[in-house]
Structures are given as structure tokens and as C-alpha cells.
């Protein structure tokens, strides 16, 4: 069953976080704290709306999230604050079985500058993962258009060559979860909705 895509209507707030497994070993004796990171970090958004009138956007975002509330739920990343990055239209994982905080991609437009903070998504086995552009400044492409992206948090999977990376328009994909009190109508209106949407492992 594919994913559900919840539009972008009346969007109030759109707040990413972190959903951290990794932990810290607490030192002994009084010796350093070591942090211990684990390959299933991932991120969520909570998403709150203003009121809807009776009219064909509110019905549209309740259809979107009822019909998610048993699936799956799928919905852009809005980065109203970050620089757009021109990266180019077939950007790709290159190569098979990485894993780890550095990610080689293909594809890019020839000394494109991939700033620290961006969000993009790959493809893998037809479900997005988010991922964030990590590290110091920028990353370049090379003149061949490739590069060894630092990322965050660290890969859940191993790579397959050719995946889609999605810098234009990332997708945050996994449970829908809040909407279990469904929609509140109140004199011909939708009250605001709120709703998460977690990713899966």
C-alpha cells in the first residue's frame, strides 16, 4: 500500500525532530561520558494547521489523513529558511552498501554548494529516509558532478547504486499519528488539525 501524501493547506507549524536510539556510556569512576552512537536515529514533524472554511481544501486535508491514519502518511519538508540548493534534476546514491555518516552521491550539477543544515531524502526500496546535510560550511561537487556528502543522522540501511536523492523537494515518510480524535467541525468550519508524522526504521 503506498503512502498517503498530506497536503500543504493552511500549515501553521512544521517542526522537525529528532527521534534519537543512541545513547551514552556514563564513565567510571568519575572518567569521561562517551557517547554511543546507533544506525536508527531518524527524524519526525509535528504539524499543526490554522481553521479550515467549509470548502474543498479542508475536506481534502481530512480525506489525506484519514485515509493515512492505517497506512502510512507522506508529506514535503518545508525549509522556509534555508538557501535552495541548485544540486541538479538526477542526483543518485553512487555506489552499493554504504552505510555510516558520509554519503557518495552522483549527478550534481559540476561546484554545487550543498550547505550544512538542508534536509533531502533518498529512495530506498520505494520509501523515503530523511537525512540532513551535516559537517562544517558547504560540500562541493567535483567536476564530474559527485560528491562525498557528510550526513545526519547516520545511514539505516545499506545503499543501492542509482537510488533518487530528493534535494528540491524532500518527503518525510512513515506512521501518522494524533489524528485519532479525527476532525472537529464547528458552524460550516473545520477547527485546526494537529498530527506527527514518525518515520519507520
Do not use: C
Not at 552505510?99 to 552522483?106: A, P
Not at 550543498?114 to 531524502?121: A, P, Q, V
Not at 518525510?172 to 506527527?196: C, Q, Y
Amino acid at each position: 500500500m503506498s503512502a498517503i501524501e498530506i497536503p500543504h493547506l493552511r500549515i501553521k507549524s512544521f517542526a522537525l525532530r529528532p527521534r534519537l536510539f543512541s545513547g551514552e556510556q556514563e564513565g567510571a569512576l568519575g572518567g569521561p561520558d562517551l557517547p554511543i552512537p546507533r544506525p536508527g536515529d531518524r527524524f519526525a514533524v509535528d504539524v499543526a494547521t490554522t481553521q479550515f472554511r467549509n470548502e474543498s481544501e479542508g475536506r481534502r486535508m481530512v480525506a489525506a489523513l484519514f485515509e493515512a491514519s492505517n497506512g502510512s502518511a507522506i508529506m514535503r519538508i518545508v525549509q522556509p529558511n534555508k538557501k535552495r540548493l541548485i544540486v541538479g534534476k538526477g542526483v543518485m546514491v553512487d555506489g552499493t552498501d554504504q552505510g555510516g555518516m558520509t554519503l557518495s552521491l552522483r549527478g550534481l550539477v559540476p561546484g554545487a554548494a550543498l550547505t550544512r543544515g538542508n534536509f533531502f531524502s533518498i529512495v530506498h526500496g520505494g520509501q523515503r529516509y530523511v537525512h540532513m546535510i551535516a559537517g562544517t560550511g558547504s560540500a562541493i561537487a567535483d567536476d564530474a558532478g559527485r560528491i562525498a556528502l557528510p550526513i545526519w543522522p547516520m545511514l539505516r540501511f545499506l545503499t543501492i547504486d542509482g537510488e533518487p536523492a530528493e534535494f528540491d523537494a524532500p518527503m518525510i515518510e512513515g506512521k501518522l499519528l494524533g489524528f485519532d480524535k479525527g476532525a472537529s467541525f464547528v458552524r460550516a468550519k473545520t477547527e485546526p488539525l494537529s498530527f506527527s508524522i514518525q518515520e519507520r526504521a
